[in-house]
């Protein structure tokens, strides 16, 4: 999961809303401000999404999930655990303890 204040501009995210678990795939478009016009203020910021021509409102306490991280962390778990297999079946051929790297 990605803070909200950390969100980059044109770079696309999933979002999970906080109170209806609806999940979205979204580009980044910019933050905005409520009547107060404080961006400190979390209550009182929202960020634009984008999709084709459509924008979209989400806010503070919803959650942003970056798709490229979650691509690398799948690949270098999968890459893992074909290594893991690859040392029990070595373990197993050998009979002793043997690592491969």
């Known amino acids: 999961m990605i803070s909200f204040r ?13 109170d209806t678990d609806r999940k979205f795939k979204f580009v980044f478009d910019e933050y905005r401000t409520g009547e107060y016009n404080d961006l400190l203020k979390d209550e009182d910021l929202f960020m634009i999404f984008r999709r084709d021509t459509h924008r979209y409102a989400f806010y503070a306490n919803d ?16 890459e893992q655990m ?3 297999s690859m040392n029990m079946v070595l373990k197993r051929l050998v009979n002793e303890e043997f690592e491969w790297s």
């Open 82 to 84: 074909e290594h893991r």
């Open 63 to 78: 959650y942003y999930y970056d798709p490229e991280k979650i691509k690398r962390n799948a690949q270098r778990a999968i």
């Open 6 to 18: 950390k969100l980059q501009v044109g770079k696309e995210y999933y979002i999970k809303k906080h």
